[in-house]
């Protein structure tokens, strides 16, 4: 049986927001049906080199797969292998690049559509990369959004940024220079960074924010303080599991007894 390949030109051709967004919906109510099983990511290290790992089932559609990506100093490559489940060949081969950040957005898409307050219209933004860009895509494909202000570290990126968004999301979309001023007074907030450290105090935020953390993905980064996860009302997390093996903005409020695994839930079971 010939095995299918899609190129990154492929995926940006057959696939959009709208479609990623429906598709991840309904992975999340299967996963929470029992006919899904999702795998957390491992890591192998080796000079130079990080292999990233995560599988899943989806008996629903029949199909089980993998996805893996190297990061190195020339940067990350990304490919997503499925498989048959009625004969176990491989079926396909894709670059994933782009995948991966539109399956993101749309994750955060689908928390958004279930968490954040109807009439939501104000959103900030932290990160002017790739992912920051498909987060805005998917928050502006459920919510009317009339403004976003964005901020970046690299002040000209974040120009650039956002007069790119204010066409692809049809919204008005403004660079400022002042992290705890984009977070608060916002319906939603977004942070798409690779910080290290908490992007701003969590006592700026209004009661009501809605919050879409996605950067923090080692033990050793946050993007967010003890004070923002000890005022959060509701914790989400797309897998408790792996949230447990990576998830570096709860570690300092586990510790401190802010929070506890306890006390949260896996989106799909929203």
């Known amino acids: 049986m010939p095995v299918l390949y899609l190129t990154e030109s492929d995926v940006r051709e057959l696939l959009d927001m709208e479609i990623c967004i429906d598709v991840v919906e309904e992975s999340f109510r299967q996963l929470a049906y029992g006919r899904a099983v999702n795998v957390p990511r491992a890591r192998a290290h080796g000079e130079g080199l990080y292999l990233h790992t995560m599988s899943g089932v989806a008996s629903y559609l029949g199909y089980a797969g993998w996805k893996a990506y190297t990061t190195t100093s020339h940067g990350a490559r990304f490919h997503v292998g499925l498989y048959s489940i009625q004969t176990g060949d491989l079926v396909a081969l894709i670059e994933a690049n782009y995948l991966g950040q539109l399956r993101t957005g749309a994750a ?102 809605h919050l879409n953390v996605i950067g923090s993905n080692f033990l050793n980064r946050a993007e967010i303080d003890v004070t923002t996860v000890h005022r959060a009302d509701t914790i989400v997390c797309d897998s408790i599991e792996q949230c447990k093996l990576e998830a570096g903005d709860f570690v300092r409020a586990l510790e401190d007894g802010a929070v506890d695994w306890s006390n949260m839930a896996d989106l799909a079971d929203v």
């Open 108 to 209: 955060s898409a689908v928390a958004t559509e279930y968490m954040a307050r109807p009439d939501a219209k104000v959103v900030g933004l932290f990160g002017s990369g790739r992912q920051a860009k498909t987060q805005l895509k998917g928050v502006c494909s459920v919510r009317k959004i009339e403004l976003v202000e964005v901020y970046s570290r690299d002040e000209e990126r974040c120009i650039q940024f956002a007069e790119l968004m204010s066409e692809w999301c049809n919204t008005k979309v403004i660079p400022c220079r002042n992290p705890d001023e984009v977070a608060a007074e916002k319906d939603i907030v977004i942070c798409a960074t690779s910080s290290r450290n908490p992007l701003f105090e969590g006592r700026v935020l209004d009661e009501g924010t």
